[in-house]
Structures are given as structure tokens and as C-alpha cells.
């Protein structure tokens, strides 16, 4: 809560180094008038003048003792090479209770210099560090938002007080700053790799290129790229001399791993090693990628562990009309990555969905030292390393809100030589994992659970793995396929029987990889002993993805609407049978069959839904078309009946629950049963539904709102991106109103 400008609740702040940083720390708080006095200290007598002039602070001293005298706050904000001698002076003041804080660039320098001044480091001194600055120096240059939505960082120690920590945290606050509290030592590492590094390079590659051109002529041809790379060397070389002396170890570490990368990349253009370049070159963009998503609060590593909260605001009504082709399969997509990765030879993929779950695929397996390209515009150029050519990855696999990603995985990676552990996000972290650890572990896996079986998942190498026939409790292609991709490495023959038949991308694209499977009956097989050799995969669209549209337009009246190239494996398409069964009017046309999975366009055409009882059977068919479904049958004339699936309760979310209460909010009529849900079609109104982070959730409402009397507010949205990036462009031009909140 901000506080209240008109009632000072300290007295004295005294800010010592009246400088860009310090001037604007004392400019901004005494604009927010939350103290009686501001305090400038500096030894320049300019700047003291100037610094009353410019309303910076109330008044300056020239004598330290005298201005610290009473002082709530002291703000250290000196170069950081004269803060030893500060500090020394300031132990020899009588400071009474006042809390001392420092804005240094490195902070161990600072901390080690007030123990030593102070013969212990004072309780009430929080070490600090704003991530600010410009390009212009000195305290005619401050600025009272200099701070806003900057990053301060906070190095308190165990001995700080807390009433001091809180203090100093509130003042940033004040000032709009993100404060962000850590230890010491990893403060200065990660400056000195993200800050102090780049600055040393850009300072040592301007200056070894200058020297060896005396006449500076080169720089007459650099370009664009040189510009950028070298816009740093034009900082202030006394203030950046200053911080690689005081944090001199952490920066020599950072140089030194550097040194050994630039070494290897050395040597790969030395030996002509194009495969090495480009492994370096394609992680290095796709982290850049990452960075970037992450300056601008895109990524989901951000949208998850922060409390942004994405909101679609879906108006009532609309018509859908057109052709569309929605994104990639993403079980498919997943799948190419990892058998391309592990065929022999160069895979090339189309159509690939560039969600963020099949990417954290990709990302999981360069981590694992493949070489990837793309994907741009939907095509990936995967550089198999053969079954045997995964390295181990440099850190935890981190695989977001992917599932598939996670089970898939355990699979082959319990027949690695190396150690791995898998994490995911916050829902991720909550899905049941023993279902593949534990028919892992008899096939003599090593596999650790976090708690109840959930993730993160450690799973050990080196583990020979032997064959076994596995009768599935629940019907699950994650389970078989992980059961697949660790037969391929296991001792003898492996069998999974499926107790319905679930989606079997894994057997046909093993096959479309040459890899033998044997399918009888609910049974697949596979063999050790064979390779996967690269092919051309072409995903098509994925039904799940068509089918917030399949009932959008039956939902909505007058429409017709043509979804081309979607994947019509009959292990996928019970959204397309149920909705039938309901009276819906869709037909399949120009049937082919691309890369082993038949495609048609799909044409669907507004029609008036009726209530069924879904038969059971088609459940594992249309497992994750289930809460657009239920928007359908509250749109149907009455009762729609769902049993036997009780695996949607672990999905993303509890999407049984999740849903009946999403449409419960909306005033239908929807009955949750342990194992499904009862629905009574009849109106439905507006009003506010939480999505719970599932993707699918997010688009089911966004789609009820053809059929709602008033707008829809659907909150937690941010994983949309997860299956379908581009949900609301595509929404949007078949004719659904709906749209980021603030945003039209
Ligand atoms: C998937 C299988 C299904 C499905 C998921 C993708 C796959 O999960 O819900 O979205 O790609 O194998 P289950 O195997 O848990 O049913």
C-alpha cells in the first residue's frame, strides 16, 4: 500500500554520494514526502549546490557526523571503491538506531568492508543493489521514477534485522522497484555473468580491434551487429574499473568457464566442426528467445510463478464462418521430436505446433545435446544422434505444463547412461507419475517421486532394463507409449494391453522411423535391438484443437465453417462421434492419409443439439474434448450423461469439477459424479470462470460465450499458449468475440 504523502512517518533519510543513483533515491522518496528531511551528503560542492536547486534533497552537509546525527536512513550510494572508507568512517559515528543501506554493484566487497570496519557486520545494514541506470551521470540527471518497475536486489544476511530488512524493502517499493531478496554470493555470480562479463567483452573486443587499427579505419565497415554488441564499452570506464576490482572472484569464475566455451567453439572452427557451431548457435538463439519472452513477462516460466493473470473477456454471441487450419498435433509433434532425435539421420518435421508444451520437448532434448533447428514457420530440422547419442543434460529437464512430455520421457530416459530429473510447473507438479514409475521400476527402472507420486521425477542411469507384458489398470497413451520408448532399449521383447484403445501415434510413427512394432488385438509390441532411421513427418492439424470450433459452430446458429488438414485418427476422433450422436451436422471431406495418419477437411454446419448418454467406449477417444463437449451438452435440448471418466479428474486440472463449476457460475445446470458429470442444457449467462491454468478450460468458455447473455470473464488464461498459440487470432476470424482483457 502506498503511503500517505500528506503525513511523514520518519524523520531523516541521508543519502551520502549524491550521484544518479543516490540523487534519484533521494528525489523520489522526497517526493512521496515520507520523511521529515532529506539529507544530501557529498564531497563535490557543486553537486551539494545543485542538488538543493533541483528539489533533490531538503538541504546538504558537508560534515558526515553532523548529517547522520538522528538519521532513520542512511542510503550509501558512493562508487563502490570508496565505500571502505565510508563505512570506517561511519563505524566511528554514534548512530543510534538508524538502518544503513548501500546501493554497490558487488556486495560482498561491501559486506566484508563493514565487518571489518564495524568488527562484525551491524544488524541494522542492509546491503543493496538497484538494477538501474543511464547513460547520463552525475545528480543532475536524477530522476524520481529512475527506479520504476526496476529490479533491486536485496542481500540481507542471516544476522539482518528484520524490521530494517522490511524497512529498506518498503522504501524501493515506494519507488516502484521490484525488490527481490538474495544471498551474497550468488548476487555478485549472477551480476558478474550477466552484467560484469558482457561489459568486460564488449569493453576487450572494441579495444583489441582498435589497437591493431590505430586509424580506426575498420569501424568505417562495422555494421548493425558491431553497434549493438559494443554498446556498452561506451560506459563509464572509473565506475566499471571500480566493480571489477571489487568483485573480483566472482568475475574470474565467470571468465574462466567462458574462456573454456570459447576455447571449444575455437576448436570446432578449427576442425571444421559445422555440427558443434550450429548446436551452439541454435541453443544460444532459442535462450536469447527465452530472455526475451521473459523482459517482456511472456514466458511461462514467468506466467506461472507469478500472479499475472491473464483474462479473456468473451462478449455474447457471434456466427462462425470460413476456413481455418488450426495448429499441429501436439501429440504428434511431441513424438517427432523425440523419435527424430533418436533416429539416425537428419529428420525434417512440418506442421510442428509451436506450443509451449511440444517446445518443451525440443528444449529437453537440445539440453540432451541435440542439435535442433527451428522451429520457424512449423518446420524443425532435428539431427538425430541415433539411440545411443543423448549426452546428459547440463541441469534439470524442466518440461512446463507438459504431461506428455514428462511421461514420454521416463520412458527412455530410464535406459540412459545418465542421471536425469524431470520438474514441471505448478500444475505438472500435482499429476500422478507413478502410473509410468511404477511399471518402470519392474522393468528395472530407478525412479524417485516427490511425494504421493507426483513430480519431480529422479530417475538414475545406467539401469539395465529388461522386457516385460504390462496389462495398463487405466486406458492411457502416455503410459504405453513410455512403456514403448523403454522397450526399444530393454532386454527382450516389451508388450502393453491397452483396456480400450487410446491414441497410437507412437506405434505409427515408429513404424513411419522403421522401427518393427506388432499390433494384435489391445496389444503393441516392440523389439530392442533395432534403429530408427530419419524421416519426413508432416503433422496435421490437431483434432483437439479443431474441436472448440466443431462445437462453436453448432453451438452457434447460421454458421458453417470448413477446419482443413486435421488428423482423423480413429483413436482421436470421439469428439467428432459424440457430437454427431447429439444431432451435430459434420462431414469429412477430401479424406487422405499423410505420413501414416489419415487427414480431412472437417466441414461443420450450426445445428440443434440433443442431451445423449455417451457411451463409454468412446471416453478414451475424446479424452481431451471433454469440457468443450460439456459446453455442447449445455447447449443441447436436455440431459447429457458422462460416466466412466474419472481420468479427467487428473488432467491439467480437475476438469470434471473445474468445469461443473465454470458452467455452474454461468447458471446451468451441471452435476459433478466421481467419475463424470450430468448436464441439463438450458440457458446460459455471463459472469466470471476460473480456468485453473488448463488450457482447455480457458478455450471451453471462451466458446460458451456464443450461446451466453452476457459477457464471460475467464481468468487464468496464460496456458492457451500451451496447445494454441494463436487461439484468439484464429477465434477472432471465424467470428468468436472473445479477447484479452484491456485489449480489442
Ligand atoms: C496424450 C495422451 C492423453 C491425452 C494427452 C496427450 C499423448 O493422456 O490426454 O493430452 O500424447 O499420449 P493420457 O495418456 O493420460 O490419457
Redesign the pocket.
Known amino acids: 500500500m502506498p503511503l500517505q504523502q500528506a503525513a511523514p512517518i520518519l524523520g531523516r533519510l541521508v543519502v551520502v554520494g549524491l550521484g544518479l543513483i543516490g540523487g534519484s533515491f533521494a528525489k523520489g522518496l522526497r517526493g512521496k514526502g515520507l520523511f521529515r528531511e532529506v539529507i544530501g551528503v557529498d564531497l563535490d560542492p557543486e553537486s551539494r549546490r545543485l542538488a538543493v536547486e533541483l528539489g533533490v534533497v531538503d538541504r546538504c552537509e558537508t560534515e558526515l557526523a553532523a548529517a547522520c546525527q538522528g538519521a532513520d536512513v542512511i542510503q550509501l550510494a558512493v562508487p563502490i571503491l570508496a565505500m571502505e572508507k565510508l563505512l570506517a568512517q561511519l563505524a566511528g559515528l554514534e548512530l543510534g538506531n538508524a538502518v544503513l543501506t548501500d546501493v554497490g554493484s558487488a556486495k560482498g566487497n561491501v559486506v566484508r568492508a563493514a565487518q571489518q570496519s564495524f568488527g562484525g557486520m551491524p544488524a541494522r545494514f542492509v546491503p543493496g543493489h538497484p538494477i538501474a541506470g543511464s547513460e547520463q551521470s552525475g545528480v543532475e540527471a536524477a530522476k524520481s521514477n529512475l527506479f520504476q518497475r526496476h529490479k533491486v536486489i536485496l542481500t540481507p544476511l542471516a544476522s539482518t534485522d528484520a524490521d530494517a530488512l522490511a524497512l529498506v524493502d518498503r522504501l524501493w517499493r515506494e519507488l516502484g522497484a521490484d525488490v527481490e531478496h538474495m544471498e551474497v554470493g550468488h548476487h555478485d555470480a549472477v551480476l558478474a555473468a550477466t552484467s560484469h562479463l558482457p561489459h568486460l567483452l564488449a569493453f576487450t573486443l572494441v579495444d583489441s580491434l582498435a589497437k591493431r587499427n590505430e586509424n580506426l579505419e575498420i569501424f568505417r565497415y562495422a555494421a548493425g551487429g558491431f553497434r549493438d554488441f559494443t554498446r556498452i564499452a561506451g560506459s563509464d570506464p572509473v565506475m566499471w574499473h571500480d566493480i571489477f576490482l571489487a568483485n573480483r572472484e566472482a568475475v574470474l569464475r565467470t571468465l574462466d568457464d567462458f574462456r573454456g566455451d570459447l576455447d571449444a567453439l575455437r576448436a570446432a572452427v578449427d576442425a571444421g566442426d559445422g555440427h558443434q557451431l550450429l548446436g551452439v548457435f541454435t541453443r544460444a538463439r532459442v535462450a536469447r528467445e527465452h530472455f526475451s519472452k521473459i523482459l517482456a513477462r511472456r514466458a511461462y516460466v514467468d506466467a506461472m510463478n507469478s500472479n499475472n493473470d491473464l483474462i479473456f473477456l468473451a462478449n455474447p454471441g457471434g456466427q462462425l464462418s470460413g476456413r481455418i487450419r488450426v495448429p499441429g498435433d501436439?501429440?504428434i509433434s511431441?513424438r517427432s521430436i523425440m523419435l527424430g532425435s533418436l533416429a539416425e539421420g537428419t529428420t525434417e518435421v512440418e506442421g510442428f505446433l509451436e506450443g509451449e508444451d511440444a517446445l518443451a520437448t525440443l528444449q529437453a532434448f537440445r539440453d540432451m545435446g541435440v542439435v535442433i533447428e527451428g522451429p520457424h514457420h512449423g518446420r524443425v530440422t532435428i539431427h538425430g544422434v541415433g539411440l545411443h547419442g543423448l549426452k546428459p543434460p547440463p541441469g534439470p529437464l524442466y518440461l512446463g505444463n507438459s504431461?506428455?512430455s514428462m511421461?514420454?520421457l521416463s520412458g527412455l530416459l530410464a535406459a540412459q547412461p545418465f542421471d536425469t530429473v524431470l520438474t514441471g510447473d505448478a500444475s505438472l507438479s500435482k499429476r500422478p507419475m507413478n502410473r509410468v514409475a511404477k511399471p518402470l521400476r519392474a522393468m528395472g527402472a530407478v525412479i524417485e517421486t516427490g511425494p504421493e507420486g507426483r513430480p519431480p521425477l529422479t530417475i538414475r542411469g545406467g539401469q539395465r532394463l529388461t522386457g516385460m507384458h504390462y496389462e495398463m489398470p487405466m486406458?492411457?497413451?502416455?503410459?504405453k507409449?513410455c512403456l514403448l520408448l523403454a522397450g526399444l532399449y530393454a532386454g527382450g521383447e516389451t508388450a502393453v494391453t491397452e483396456p480400450a484403445p487410446?491414441?497410437d501415434?507412437t506405434e505409427r510413427m515408429l513404424r513411419g522411423f522403421g522401427y518393427p512394432v506388432s499390433v494384435e488385438g489391445a496389444t503393441a509390441r516392440v523389439e530392442s535391438g533395432h534403429k530408427l532411421s530419419a524421416t519426413h513427418i508432416e503433422v496435421p492439424a490437431d483434432i483437439?484443437s479443431a474441436a472448440f470450433f466443431l462445437v462453436a459452430a453448432s453451438i452457434a446458429e447460421g454458421s458453417e465453417l470448413v477446419l482443413e488438414h486435421v488428423g482423423i485418427n480413429p483413436t482421436r476422433i470421439g469428439v467428432i462421434e459424440i457430437l454427431r450422436l447429439m444431432g451435430g451436422d459434420i462431414s469429412l471431406e477430401n479424406q487422405r492419409e499423410v505420413g501414416g495418419e489419415p487427414v480431412a477437411d472437417i466441414r461443420v454446419r450450426s445445428a440443434r443439439l440433443k442431451g445423449i448418454d455417451i457411451p463409454e467406449s468412446l471416453v478414451?477417444l475424446a479424452?481431451?474434448e471433454f469440457p468443450v463437449l460439456f459446453v455442447a451438452a449445455a447447449c443441447a435440448e436436455g440431459r447429457t450423461v458422462l460416466r466412466g471418466a474419472e481420468?479427467l479428474r487428473v488432467?491439467e486440472s480437475d476438469r470434471i469439477q473445474v468445469m461443473a463449476d465454470g458452467l455452474q457460475a454461468l447458471g446451468v445446470k451441471a452435476e459433478p459424479t466421481p467419475d463424470g458429470i450430468i448436464i441439463e442444457g438450458g440457458p446460459i449467462g455471463g459472469g466470471e470462470v476460473h480456468s485453473h491454468g488448463d488450457h482447455r478450460i480457458a478455450m471451453s468458455f471462451s466458446v460458451a460465450s456464443l450461446r451466453a447473455s452476457a459477457p464471460i470473464r475467464i481468468h487464468d488464461c496464460a496456458n492457451v499458449a500451451t496447445s494454441f498459440p494463436n487461439f484468439l487470432g484464429l477465434a477472432a476470424q471465424a467470428g468468436i468475440r472473445v479477447n484479452e482483457e484491456g485489449k480489442s
Not at 486406458?475 to 503410459?479: D, I, K, R, T, Y
Open positions: 501436439k501429440s511431441h504431461g506428455t511421461r514420454l486406458a492411457s497413451a502416455q503410459v507409449s487410446t491414441r501415434h483437439s478414451p479424452i481431451d481420468e488432467k
